[in-house]
């Protein structure tokens, strides 16, 4: 059965402390995304990876990073210094087929800092 | 650097009604994407226009991409409970590289 995991699916952290979230997929797709959805509010795009070892900056990189060592696999760190990171965090994964350029979302990860 | 916004924000409608979405682009668009989030989950991709001017249809809803490549909507004739959720445009960056996501219209439904 195709398609993105995320793992955990609430997360709950302290003030201070470093934390990764998990996004695996098995479509072979070659880019991979991560997005921060605020309740109420849009997404918007944290980093980006078109191909492995490699990875962009996207709209809100700061506090945050990212590795793309396998194609399946960019897991995300949120670092002590992201100064509001309780949010909904969505990984995302797409492939160009015929033209079409889809993003694939798996389920999101609920961050909340205590 | 580009910038993807949406009217209204919120929607109520009853159920039965109509509803439509307006998406607008700051640049001219390859292609314009719609995805649907139900309350709780993540986004779905609807459907992906591509031509100045298309018109697809899929059952009660119909999208549209304006003739300059600048704007789309959504509308959905007939409204169900099933069509709660937040609907999101989405143009591509150059290259194709990266979404940029529209603002999102909240649609809620009055039994």
């Not at chain 2, 290259?95 to 009055?110: A, P, S, V």
Request: some cysteine.
């Amino acid at each position: 059965d195709g398609g993105i995991t995320q793992s955990p699916k609430y997360l709950f952290r302290k003030e201070g402390q470093n934390v990764t979230l998990s996004c695996e997929q098995n479509l072979n797709h070659d880019a991979m995304y991560w997005y921060r959805q605020d309740p109420g509010q849009g997404l918007r795009l944290i980093y980006y990876s078109q191909i492995v070892n490699d990875f962009q900056k996207g709209d809100i990189a700061e506090g945050y990073s990212v590795s793309r060592e396998k194609k399946e696999s960019f897991p995300l760190t949120v670092t002590s210094a992201q100064k509001n990171p309780t949010a909904f965090y969505l990984c995302a994964s797409s492939s160009q087929y015929d033209r079409v350029y889809e993003q694939f979302f798996g389920p999101g990860t609920r961050l909340t800092v205590l | 650097g580009q910038q993807v916004m949406q009217i209204p924000q919120y929607q109520h409608v009853q159920e039965g009604e109509d509803f439509t979405t307006y998406c607008n682009s700051s640049t001219t668009l390859s292609n314009i994407q719609w995805y649907k989030q139900r309350p709780g989950g993540h986004p779905v991709f609807l459907i992906q226009l591509v031509k100045s001017g298309e018109v697809k249809k899929q059952k009660r809803l119909t999208f549209q991409f304006g003739e300059a490549k600048k704007n789309s909507s959504l509308h959905i004739t007939a409204t169900q409970t099933t069509d709660v959720g937040t609907y999101f445009c989405a143009g591509p960056t150059v290259g194709n590289e990266k979404l940029t996501f529209g603002t999102g219209t909240r649609l809620t439904i009055i039994p």
